[in-house]
């Protein structure tokens, strides 16, 4: 009687000490687009699980980096199924790996993720959608909006924004193309100058004194140039909000 006293209160114990446990989804990064912000998603999200967690607790996490070469220039002849097929077979890879949800580690690439999403079983948590939701919680109907071209005026982008009623507004065609080049040309590689963190910063202005609530800084390098210290108007950072909502999805 004495043992099976003893066992039983193992037992009971054991089930104490396993309903503690903090059991994590493994987060896939397709990373690389550019290299530089995959390394500020990577640190954020391991800071967020730490923070949550504490002790030594780190994200479980793969990264699958592309090079970003190959989608520039396939950008520039305008092949965007390459694109697709280069993006799709990462995430086929990353599923492959072990991974339980993905992030695309750049707002532009997103315009191929409802494609993508069809042809893995796990999710792509799209940065718009939660971009989305931040700004709704918020109260915020009209926001500006940075990033390439693409991003700035392609509908995959904005309709996402829109379905949280959050109305996008994107810089003047002489604002937008200076943006784009700076993007592609400087931040991607890298290059974070003085002369263009004003310029920015003017073409925010502008977007403030025209109603935005709010900027979405929705290219992933753009944080890298610019802080909020550096403006009255509330920016939201996309890097951030997208790593957090990888994180939620980990461990929830």
């Given at each position: 009687?004495?043992?099976?006293?003893?066992?039983?209160?193992n037992?009971?114990?054991?089930?104490?000490?396993?309903?503690?446990?903090?059991?994590?989804?493994?987060?896939?990064?397709?990373?690389?687009?550019?290299?530089?912000?995959?390394?500020?998603?990577?640190?954020?999200?391991?800071?967020?699980?730490?923070?949550?967690?504490?002790?030594?607790?780190?994200?479980?996490?793969?990264?699958?980096?592309?090079?970003?070469?190959?989608?520039?220039?396939?950008?520039?002849?305008?092949?965007?199924?390459?694109?697709?097929?280069?993006?799709?077979?990462?995430?086929?890879?990353?599923?492959?790996?072990?991974?339980?949800c993905?992030?695309?580690?750049?707002?532009?690439?997103?315009?191929?993720?409802?494609?993508?999403?069809?042809?893995?079983?796990i999710?792509?948590?799209?940065?718009?959608?939660?971009?989305?939701?931040?700004?709704q919680?918020?109260?915020?109907?009209?926001?500006?909006?940075?990033?390439?071209?693409?991003?700035?005026e392609?509908?995959?982008?904005?309709?996402?924004?829109?379905?949280?009623?959050?109305?996008?507004?994107?810089?003047?065609?002489?604002?937008?193309?200076?943006?784009?080049?700076?993007?592609?040309?400087?931040?991607?590689?890298?290059?974070?100058?003085?002369?263009?963190?004003?310029r920015?910063?003017?073409?925010?202005?502008?977007?403030?004194?025209?109603?935005?609530?709010?900027?979405?800084?929705?290219?992933?390098?753009?944080?890298?140039?610019?802080?909020?210290?550096?403006?009255?108007?509330?920016?939201?950072?996309?890097?951030?909000?997208?790593?957090?909502?990888?994180?939620?999805?980990?461990?929830?």
């Amino acid at each position: 009687m004495l043992n099976s006293e003893i066992i039983f209160s193992n037992f009971f114990l054991l089930l104490q000490w396993l309903s503690k446990i903090k059991y994590m989804k493994t987060i896939g990064l397709l990373g690389g687009v550019s290299w530089h912000s995959t390394i500020e998603y990577y640190k954020n999200i391991n800071k967020l699980v730490n923070k949550k967690l504490g002790g030594k607790n780190s994200a479980q996490c793969i990264i699958y980096s592309v090079n970003f070469n190959d989608i520039t220039s396939n950008a520039y002849k305008g092949n965007f199924k390459a694109i697709e097929e280069l993006i799709t077979n990462a995430c086929i890879k990353l599923e492959q790996s072990g991974a339980d949800c993905i992030g695309l580690c750049a707002n532009t690439i997103h315009r191929f993720a409802e494609e993508v999403t069809h042809k893995i079983a796990i999710p792509i948590i799209h940065i718009a959608d939660e971009t989305g939701k931040v700004l709704q919680k918020q109260n915020i109907s009209m926001a500006g909006l940075l990033g390439t071209k693409l991003t700035m005026e392609d509908e995959f982008y904005c309709n996402k924004l829109r379905n949280y009623g959050v109305e996008p507004m994107i810089p003047d065609e002489e604002d937008r193309k200076y943006i784009h080049n700076v993007i592609l040309e400087e931040l991607t590689q890298g290059i974070f100058k003085t002369e263009t963190e004003k310029r920015v910063l003017s073409i925010i202005d502008k977007l403030q004194k025209c109603g935005a609530g709010g900027v979405i800084l929705g290219c992933t390098e753009i944080p890298l140039l610019i802080s909020q210290s550096n403006s009255s108007i509330p920016f939201f950072d996309t890097t951030i909000i997208h790593s957090k909502a990888l994180v939620d999805f980990a461990l929830k």
